[in-house]
């Protein structure tokens, strides 16, 4: 499975970076493999529409599921479309992250309620998908 992780860097033991579509990085990990690499989010510094962007790249790279604290809700929107499922990371590093996705230690990120904004927090151990 490909998975993306929100980095404050480019490498495995870089701090995850809460943020979803103001990451500055993404790192695509197959899990089946190993194999990794890093992405600059381009779309961080937008003045608007960054996690449309940011869904948009994470897709393109063929990920499955992001790891990653916080999503808006037009970013969570463009992820579902695009079938990719959104799982809770909120501290340590990718490594870290990777392992507890891995042992299925992190729970999915549910949909933001009705008229929430962009960058409201998500309820753990939801389904991501919309109700």
């Known amino acids: 499975m490909k998975i993306v992780v929100t980095a404050v860097a480019g490498d495995l033991d870089a701090a995850v970076d809460e943020r979803f ?3 500055p ?3 695509l990990i197959d899990t089946e493999t190993g194999a990794w690499s890093a992405h600059p989010n381009r779309a961080a510094e937008a003045a ?3 996690g449309i962007a940011a869904a948009r790249l994470v897709g393109n790279l063929g990920a499955e ?3 990653t604290a916080n ?4 970013a ?3 992820l579902h479309a695009a079938g990719i499922r959104v ?15 891995r042992a299925t230690e992190l729970p999915t990120l549910s949909v933001p309620p009705a008229g929430a904004s962009a960058g409201d927090e998500r309820k ?3 389904d991501a998908s919309p109700v």
């Open 87 to 101: 799982y809770a990371a909120r501290s340590g590093t990718v490594r870290q992250a990777i392992e507890a996705f």
């Open 71 to 74: 999503v808006g809700p037009k």
């Open 124 to 126: 753990e151990g939801q």
């Open 21 to 23: 579509g103001r990451a």
């Open 48 to 50: 608007g529409g960054a």
């Open 76 to 78: 969570e929107q463009a």
């Open 65 to 67: 599921a992001i790891l």
């Open 25 to 27: 990085w993404y790192l």
